[in-house]
């Protein structure tokens, strides 16, 4: 997420009330996820285990709970809470806004776009030229779609990421402040969900097909030309290259890849990432030639128990 206008070190700390290290006008320019972090924004650690990733990244300003070495060229806001204080800089730049209306009156909508009874589009939302939107779709603010684009009935785009800390008294909710971009040529089924980035952008890639009641996790990246079954459920953070195909029912962990034209046939579960052009099954899913070897071989476990019970062997 980038701010309207460049902010100072001093501006933000002020704006959370929290100390820093670094000099009072050095440029702050966004707030990101580590794993989209660029020169200028601002990153935040709460845990010892990942204060050398945060200050190792592309952030130039580390939002941390304890004083650190700053590295050469880098500013740190320290922060009894920095979950909290993140959270209160989207609050800041990306606050909520109440509709008044179905249809906002910031949205944009292109030629030749029908929008069928009972869709909500949200503050700030741009439809591309010849889309079909069916009816009780809701856009929430910010999202992007593109041309040609079909999305049928009950479809979410841009709820919640869903990511919370664990505190004493309950789950806290860290707020999501991104977008949802659906590209050119895209076909979304009845009923999916695709949530919003955090601070980034969950995209759909051009020309991709989605079946029925899929989920999509936050700043998930789906590739070009990928077709997705029904009751997927994409975690978020993940990477779906180009070309893939996803059978009904998989589940995927975060933070994962799928490389390009990778195949992975239904039910499976993908813990880890995975190499493009092969075809996986099972969980955790592995090569489909490599399950079929060992269920094989496991079918004459058995027969060769009855063998060594008779001596055979």
Same mark, same amino acid.
């Given at each position: 997420?980038?701010?309207?206008?460049?902010?100072?070190?001093k501006?933000?700390?002020?704006?959370?009330?929290?100390?820093?290290?670094?000099?009072?006008?050095?440029?702050?320019?966004?707030?990101?996820?580590? =794993?989209?972090?660029?020169?200028?924004?601002?990153?935040?650690?709460?845990?010892?285990?990942?204060?050398?990733?945060?200050?190792? &990244?592309?952030?130039t300003?580390?939002?941390? #709970?304890?004083?650190?070495?700053?590295?050469?060229?880098?500013? *740190?806001?320290?922060?009894?809470?920095?979950?909290?204080?993140?959270?209160?800089?989207?609050?800041?730049?990306?606050?909520?806004?109440?509709?008044n209306?179905?249809? &906002?009156?910031?949205? $944009?909508?292109?030629?030749?776009?029908?929008?069928?009874? #009972?869709?909500?589009?949200?503050?700030?939302?741009?439809? %591309?030229?010849?889309?079909?939107? =069916?009816?009780?779709?809701?856009?929430?603010?910010?999202?992007?779609?593109?041309?040609?684009?079909?999305? =049928?009935?009950? &479809?979410? *785009?841009?709820?919640?990421?869903?990511?919370?800390? #664990?505190?004493?008294?309950?789950?806290?909710?860290? $707020?999501?402040? @991104?977008?949802?971009?659906?590209?050119?040529?895209?076909?979304?089924?009845?009923g999916?969900?695709?949530?919003?980035?955090?601070? @980034?952008d969950?995209?759909?890639?051009?020309g991709?097909?989605?079946?029925?009641l899929?989920?999509?996790? =936050?700043?998930?990246?789906?590739?070009?030309?990928?077709?997705?079954?029904?009751?997927?459920?994409?975690?978020?953070?993940?990477?779906?290259?180009?070309?893939?195909?996803?059978?009904?029912?998989?589940?995927?962990?975060?933070?994962?890849?799928?490389?390009?034209?990778?195949?992975?046939? @239904?039910?499976? %579960?993908?813990?880890?990432s995975?190499?493009?052009?092969?075809?996986?099954?099972?969980?955790?899913?592995?090569?489909?030639?490599?399950?079929?070897?060992?269920?094989?071989?496991?079918?004459?476990?058995?027969?060769?128990?009855?063998?060594?019970?008779?001596?055979?062997?």
């Amino acid at each position: 997420m980038k701010f309207p206008k460049p902010h100072t070190l001093k501006q933000i700390a002020d704006l959370i009330d929290c100390s820093f290290v670094g000099n009072a006008d050095f440029q702050v320019l966004g707030m990101n996820e580590i =794993h989209v972090v660029e020169p200028g924004d601002i990153v935040f650690v709460d845990h010892p285990k990942y204060y050398g990733k945060a200050l190792e &990244s592309a952030a130039t300003i580390v939002l941390i #709970n304890k004083e650190v070495n700053c590295p050469e060229g880098k500013a *740190l806001l320290v922060s009894d809470d920095p979950f909290r204080d993140f959270n209160k800089l989207t609050d800041y730049f990306k606050p909520f806004k109440t509709s008044n209306s179905s249809i &906002s009156d910031t949205a $944009k909508i292109g030629k030749n776009t029908v929008i069928q009874p #009972n869709c909500f589009i949200g503050h700030n939302v741009t439809i %591309g030229d010849n889309c079909t939107i =069916h009816s009780n779709v809701s856009i929430y603010d910010d999202a992007v779609v593109g041309n040609d684009v079909t999305i =049928h009935a009950n &479809s979410v *785009l841009g709820a919640n990421a869903f990511y919370y800390k #664990n505190r004493p008294e309950g789950f806290d909710r860290l $707020k999501s402040g @991104g977008r949802v971009v659906i590209k050119d040529h895209v076909d979304i089924g009845a009923g999916c969900t695709i949530d919003r980035g955090v601070t @980034g952008d969950t995209i759909i890639g051009e020309g991709s097909k989605l079946d029925n009641l899929i989920q999509v996790g =936050h700043d998930t990246v789906l590739g070009k030309k990928c077709l997705i079954a029904s009751q997927v459920g994409i975690a978020g953070c993940v990477v779906i290259e180009d070309e893939v195909t996803i059978w009904g029912q998989v589940g995927t962990t975060s933070g994962i890849t799928i490389g390009e034209k990778a195949v992975v046939q @239904g039910q499976s %579960g993908v813990t880890k990432s995975i190499e493009g052009g092969k075809t996986y099954w099972g969980t955790p899913a592995q090569e489909v030639r490599n399950q079929l070897r060992e269920m094989a071989s496991i079918k004459q476990i058995p027969n060769l128990l009855k063998r060594i019970k008779n001596k055979e062997i």
